[in-house]
Structure formats: C-alpha cells, structure tokens
C-alpha cells in the first residue's frame, strides 16, 4: 500500500478562523486513486515547522502532500522554505509567467510585479500548472519519494488534484480501496454494536468496519483494501449483504448521511409529496430536504411558524389550544402537522415545536423538550423528546428524528 500524508499549512486553520476543508478533500481523491492516507496535520506559516513537520512525514510516507503559504503576500513563505530544504534556487519559470500574466489581463487588472513573483518557482522541481488562480502547484522528488505543494485556497486545490494524482501514479501503482457507507436510523451506536459484534469479529483482516454517529443517526463504513479488485468487490458485496441482514430493520440508505435523501428515495418512488412546519427548528427539515438534488419531485414546502400569531393564523391552530396546552405540545404539534398537510396539499407533513434553549424552559417542560408530529390522510400522531444540549445540536437531533420518524411511518 502506498502511504500517503497531508500537511496543511496556516495560521488562519490553527486558531480556528478558517475551517480546515481540503484536507477531508484530498483525502478522499487519495483514496479513491488508491492511496492510503497515513496522516494528516496542521501547522502554522513558519519555515522551522514546515521543515520539522516534512521531515517526519517523509520518514513514514511515500508521498507527501501539502497546502497553504504559496500567495504573494510576506507570510507566504512555504516555496521558499521548499527551495531550501531541497536544495533549490528560486528562478522565473517563463510558462507560469505567462500563465499568470495572461491571468490578469483576461481579469482586466494590471501585472505587477508582486504578481510577476508568483511565476519564481525552485529549479528543480517540476510546476503542476494552476489552472484556478496563480500560485503554481510543485513537485519534488527525492529518494523515490514525492512532495507536492499546492495553494490553500480550496478551489485552486481542487482544480490541481486530479494532476496531482496522475503524477503519483507514473511513480507508485495504487492498491484496490472500497469504502460502503450505510446509514441506520432508529437505533443507538452501542445497540447497533451489539447486534453486529459476532458480524465484526469475523471480518478478515484487510476489511475494517467503522462507527460514525451522528447526531441521532449511525453510519457504518465498511472498508476492504486489497491489489485484487475483484476479490475485494466480490468480498465488500458478500459483507455488506451479510451486515444488511443482520440489521436491516434500521437501515436507512447507502452512501449518505442525509436521512433526507432516504426519505425523498421513498416519497418519489410512491409517487407522494411531504410538507413540513417548522417552530424550533426553524426551516433546518427544509433545508436538509433541499440539499438532496430533485426534491422538488416530492417536496412541496415549508411554514417556519416561530411566533404564536403564525400558528394559528397560517396553521389554523386554535387560540384555546395554545392557551389552554402551551405551544410546546402534543395537540399543538398535531394540529400543526395537520393543518400545514391541508394548506399545502400534501400526502404527509413533519412538524416540530419545542425549546430549543438555552433559555425558556420550566419545571414541566424543561429545555431540550420538544414535539414532533407526522401526518398522513390515515393518521396524525406525536411524540415527545428531551434534547437536553446546545442550541445547533438540539436543532440537527430534531430534525432528524423528526426525518426518521417520518421514513420509518412511509416504509410501513
């Protein structure tokens, strides 16, 4: 197998200004060319930890991969520093001259000379063209081993990767790596493991199940690595099938972390549609079901009915029942649920309506309460939960409870 690291480099990623996303990126183009991702790290713009941090990936990798400090700005230093450690010397590399000054004369802005210094590259790496931006990407090679230094800006990395892969493969022939990821609602983590602890410890060796909750949901990754394709295709089709039968009273769908993608799989193929009302969560279930591409097909929307007035004005929800029951409710959620199913003409409806905190809870109905109601031309019922965490988290535990409790009503 081929080992693989990741350096990030920047200030910005270590005091949590900026979320680290390329390295989640890279490694799973790396992972799908077929290299194996040994480690990744962060550290800041300074040319002795570059340095020290290269060194030790090299010792435990084939190839190392490295982002950030490649800007014509003064903190920019990691080409430089590169130079150094592999003994080169900065020189105009005439191709990225005019790759970047034809760059700026398509954005109608003029070339200076700051600008003319991103085309100094070390003379004895080879450039990996930057067809997104300026900064050009780096190779160099030593003792069989590959560095690739390639700008921090997102896009400009992505744009660099798939020349970044086939360079590794002219050097190194990646081995065979399929990762199955399937999500189960419905059960806990420690329940889930459990049920499939005899299924785990028969796993040959070269197959590793992994465990990734989420708030209120599972996702199992089995994960098969071998140089025989389709001894390890064939193997993954005769787990996964295994694991399925063990658990597939909970499983919720493949390769997703959605349950919302789940839900709209079964509302398109019953040809009906869903609308939802929101009060606590405040659009969050329509927002999770308009991430998925062709919600449209099912989805018809939402009324983020936060105050009171809207309930019962948009909802029809009656001032008694409020009054008399309080917003966070069983009636309250059931009449909701109703309500916004009629308004929008829909096959089913999801509502919420709780305390999302910190503040406003009481004895009887402490912070974290909440109701979430279903809806169908059969039936409306509610159930009552208590989420007792932070705001953000209350409100993703919510909405997909409130999504599986909707999934497992429609599979029925």
Same mark, same amino acid.
């Given at each position: 197998?081929?080992?693989?690291?990741?350096? !990030?480099?920047?200030?910005?990623?270590?005091?949590?200004?900026?979320?680290?996303? #390329?390295?989640?990126?890279?490694?799973?183009?790396?992972?799908?060319?077929?290299?194996?991702?040994?480690?990744?790290?962060?550290?800041?713009?300074?040319?002795?930890?570059?340095?020290?941090?290269? #060194?030790? /990936?090299?010792?435990?990798?084939?190839?190392?991969?490295?982002?950030?400090?490649?800007?014509?700005?003064?903190? $920019?230093? &990691?080409?430089?520093?590169?130079?150094?450690?592999?003994?080169?010397?900065?020189?105009?590399? *005439?191709?990225?001259?005019?790759?970047?000054?034809?760059?700026?004369?398509?954005?109608?802005?003029?070339?200076?000379?700051? !600008?003319? *210094?991103? +085309?100094?590259?070390?003379?004895?790496?080879?450039?990996?063209? !930057?067809?997104?931006?300026?900064?050009?990407?780096?190779?160099? *090679?030593? #003792? %069989?081993?590959?560095?690739?230094?390639?700008?921090?800006?997102?896009?400009?990395?992505?744009?660099?990767?798939?020349?970044?892969?086939?360079?590794?493969?002219?050097?190194?022939?990646?081995?065979?790596?399929?990762?199955?990821?399937?999500?189960?609602? %419905?059960?806990?983590?420690?329940?889930?493991?459990?049920?499939?602890?005899?299924?785990?410890?028969?796993?040959?060796?070269?197959?590793?199940? /992994?465990?990734?909750?989420? /708030?209120?949901?599972?996702?199992?990754?089995?994960?098969?690595?071998? =140089?025989?394709? +389709?001894?390890? *295709?064939?193997?993954? @089709? @005769?787990?996964?099938?295994?694991?399925?039968?063990?658990?597939?009273?909970?499983?919720?769908?493949?390769?997703?972390?959605?349950?919302?993608?789940?839900?709209?799989?079964?509302?398109?193929?019953?040809?009906?549609?869903?609308?939802?009302?929101?009060?606590?969560?405040?659009?969050?279930?329509?927002?999770?079901?308009?991430?998925?591409? %062709?919600?449209? $097909?099912?989805?018809?929307?939402?009324?983020?009915?936060?105050? #009171? =007035?809207?309930?019962?004005?948009?909802?029809?929800?009656?001032?008694? &029942?409020?009054?008399?029951?309080? +917003?966070? =409710?069983?009636?309250?959620?059931?009449?909701?649920?109703?309500?916004?199913?009629?308004?929008?003409?829909?096959?089913?409806?999801?509502?919420?309506?709780?305390?999302?905190?910190?503040?406003?809870?009481?004895?009887?109905?402490?912070? %974290?309460?909440?109701?979430?109601?279903?809806?169908?031309?059969?039936?409306?019922?509610?159930?009552?939960?208590?989420?007792?965490?932070?705001?953000?988290?209350?409100?993703?535990?919510?909405?997909?409870?409130?999504?599986?409790?909707?999934? @497992?009503?429609?599979?029925?």
């Amino acid at each position: 197998m081929v080992r693989t690291e990741i350096i !990030n480099i920047g200030d910005e990623l270590l005091i949590g200004q900026v979320v680290n996303t #390329n390295a989640s990126y890279m490694g799973r183009v790396l992972n799908d060319a077929g290299f194996d991702v040994v480690a990744t790290s962060v550290i800041g713009d300074d040319a002795e930890q570059i340095k020290q941090s290269l #060194n030790i /990936a090299m010792e435990r990798a084939d190839v190392v991969l490295i982002t950030g400090g490649l800007g014509p700005t003064k903190d $920019d230093i &990691t080409k430089k520093t590169l130079a150094d450690i592999f003994g080169g010397r900065l020189v105009e590399n *005439e191709q990225v001259r005019m790759h970047v000054e034809n760059y700026f004369l398509r954005m109608g802005k003029p070339f200076t000379q700051t !600008n003319r *210094e991103q +085309a100094l590259v070390p003379d004895n790496c080879k450039v990996v063209f !930057n067809e997104a931006g300026t900064a050009p990407g780096m190779c160099f *090679e030593k #003792n %069989g081993k590959l560095v690739f230094s390639m700008p921090g800006v997102p896009f400009e990395m992505k744009a660099m990767m798939g020349k970044v892969t086939d360079i590794i493969r002219e050097h190194f022939k990646g081995e065979c790596i399929i990762h199955k990821t399937m999500l189960f609602a %419905g059960i806990g983590e420690s329940f889930l493991a459990d049920m499939l602890k005899s299924f785990e410890e028969a796993l040959p060796q070269w197959i590793r199940l /992994a465990y990734l909750p989420k /708030a209120g949901l599972v996702r199992l990754r089995l994960t098969a690595k071998g =140089s025989d394709k +389709a001894l390890v *295709e064939s193997a993954m @089709e @005769e787990q996964t099938k295994k694991l399925l039968s063990i658990a597939a009273d909970y499983f919720a769908g493949f390769q997703t972390d959605n349950i919302a993608k789940s839900v709209g799989d079964v509302l398109r193929k019953k040809g009906m549609t869903v609308s939802t009302a929101e009060s606590c969560t405040g659009g969050n279930i329509a927002h999770l079901i308009t991430l998925c591409s %062709g919600s449209s $097909d099912y989805y018809k929307g939402s009324v983020v009915c936060y105050s #009171n =007035s809207v309930k019962q004005e948009v909802l029809k929800v009656s001032g008694d &029942t409020l009054e008399k029951e309080g +917003a966070v =409710s069983e009636e309250v959620a059931k009449s909701m649920a109703c309500g916004v199913r009629k308004l929008l003409k829909t096959d089913y409806s999801i509502v919420t309506t709780g305390i999302a905190g910190p503040s406003g809870g009481s004895n009887t109905k402490p912070v %974290g309460t909440v109701w979430i109601a279903v809806s169908s031309k059969e039936r409306t019922f509610a159930q009552r939960f208590v989420f007792q965490t932070e705001r953000e988290n209350f409100i993703e535990r919510t909405s997909n409870q409130a999504l599986m409790m909707l999934f @497992e009503e429609i599979r029925k």
